[in-house]
């Protein structure tokens, strides 16, 4: 069975300082992995997914199978960028996909 | 193109009650999922419908249930709820079964009393 975790439930950063939001997961397969971010009142959004490699908004997250983790940086921080992260790992049941989501992180920024 | 809706965006039962939620995909998506998120948890998966025929299912009891219509849009359907059942439901559409970047709606939150 697959599980996404993401350790801190609150992450409080100031304006400018560097910002790692960590995911370790497990999965006996290959694994898809995702940031998905929800501002406040509005709906759940892709940030970013490891295959495609982009940058979004400043952020970056790597795969590193080794350490199972997908954790997202971001090397100064925005207010704009205070809301919910969740790590979603996707996993195939014969021809379905189906997202498992980490409990989460609010990241906070302040000035 | 239209972002997937769901309807409604609140809702109020009673334990024991059945409840019918609504989602309408985004416009050209033929896969809808269904996703449980209770407070201050992430999404959990309950289950996906792939032209009209249900296609994954999660950890849920059969008394959640769904539907697919030949326009994609989807039904999602709890019999006899129970109080734990309160939740954020949310669906998500995307465009292929392996296509996994999904588009999820704002959500319906269910109390139920």
Not at chain 2, 3 to 26: D, F, M
Request: hydrophobic residues 30%; proline residues 4%; aromatic residues 12%.
């Amino acid at each position: 069975a697959q599980r996404v975790t993401q350790p801190e439930k609150l992450l409080s950063v100031f304006k400018g300082a560097p910002v790692e939001l960590k995911c370790n997961y497990s999965y006996s397969g290959s694994p898809e992995l995702f940031w998905y971010v929800q501002y406040s009142r509005q709906r759940l959004q892709l940030l970013l997914r490891h295959i495609s490699r982009e940058s979004i908004k400043g952020f970056t997250a790597d795969l590193n199978k080794g350490e199972t983790s997908f954790h997202l940086k971001k090397p100064f921080a925005q207010e704009e960028d205070s809301a919910m992260y969740y790590c979603a790992l996707s996993a195939h049941t014969g021809t379905a996909s189906k997202l498992t989501f980490g409990t989460g992180t609010r990241l906070q920024v302040t000035l | 193109e239209t972002g997937v809706t769901q309807s409604p965006t609140h809702l109020i039962k009673t334990r024991g009650q059945q409840v019918t939620l609504r989602c309408s995909s985004q416009s050209g998506h033929n896969t809808v999922s269904w996703y449980q998120q209770a407070l201050g948890q992430g999404p959990q998966f309950i289950f996906q419908y792939y032209r009209e025929e249900e296609n994954g299912r999660g950890n849920f009891p059969p008394r959640f249930s769904g539907l697919q219509f030949p326009n994609y849009s989807s039904e999602l359907n709890v019999n006899a709820l129970e109080l734990d059942d309160s939740a954020l439901y949310l669906c998500a559409s995307s465009l292929q079964t392996l296509n996994t970047e999904a588009f999820f709606g704002q959500g319906t939150r269910l109390t139920v009393v």
